[in-house]
């Protein structure tokens, strides 16, 4: 049975190239759709491919997909923007200047089970936010519930949404819900915002 892979790009060039590409390479084994932010994720999806513009998007309108997610950038991505698409919940990267064979490789992973070390590249933005802010000055704590300073807590220490519901025994819902009453009381618009503003705080 074939896997159906949606695709989710801004640039509709990009899409009908990577979905030919990845048909041909896998001999129809894939099967890929292109869809908008209003129909990017159907039950019968095994992975979704996306910009991180539009995945982060989505994740804004609250539809997280539940099947695996296969971020494409390219080397001029912007860290703010990565960091919330890991926040949120991806499961592996494809450089797409990389050619084909690097995102079929990437997709054939992750229908095999092998995700990226997600974790790993989290770290390193929230340790480089780290070396960039100046920790000295503390902030208020904004009125935060001891559970929002717990899962910003979190944040700061570079976990995604995903495994912070499992740390917390909270569903994923929740905890997004949670993460959109952090930022308005600290105000901010994103995770890497949020980071920056936890860095300087006492969140004990």
Not at 75 to 90: F, P, S, T
Request: charged content about 25%; hydrophobic content about 40%; overall charge neutral.
């Amino acid at each position: 049975m074939a896997t159906l892979i949606t695709i989710l790009h801004e640039n509709s060039f990009v899409a009908d190239t990577l979905k030919w590409s990845v048909e041909f390479a896998s001999q129809k084994n894939i099967l890929c759709e292109i869809a908008s932010n209003k129909d990017a994720i159907t039950n019968s999806t095994n992975l979704l491919l996306a910009d991180v513009t539009s995945f982060n998007k989505l994740c804004e309108q609250d539809k997280q997909p539940s099947c695996p997610v296969l971020l494409l950038t390219t080397k001029r991505i912007d860290d703010g923007q990565l960091a919330e698409a890991l926040y949120n919940g991806i499961d592996a990267i494809a450089d797409i200047s990389n050619g084909p064979a690097h995102v079929l490789l990437k997709i054939k992973n992750l229908i095999e089970n092998k995700p990226d070390e997600i974790q790993v590249l989290l770290q390193k933005i929230v340790l480089s936010t780290r070396f960039k802010t100046n920790e000295q000055k503390l902030e208020p704590d904004y009125g935060l519930t001891p559970k929002e300073k717990e899962i910003l807590k979190l944040m700061r220490e570079a976990n995604h949404l995903k495994l912070i519901a499992q740390l917390t025994n909270t569903s994923y819902e929740t905890v997004r819900t949670h993460v959109k009453n952090i930022y308005k009381k600290i105000g901010v618009a994103s995770a890497s915002e949020a980071v920056i503003r936890a860095i300087k705080m006492d969140l004990s």
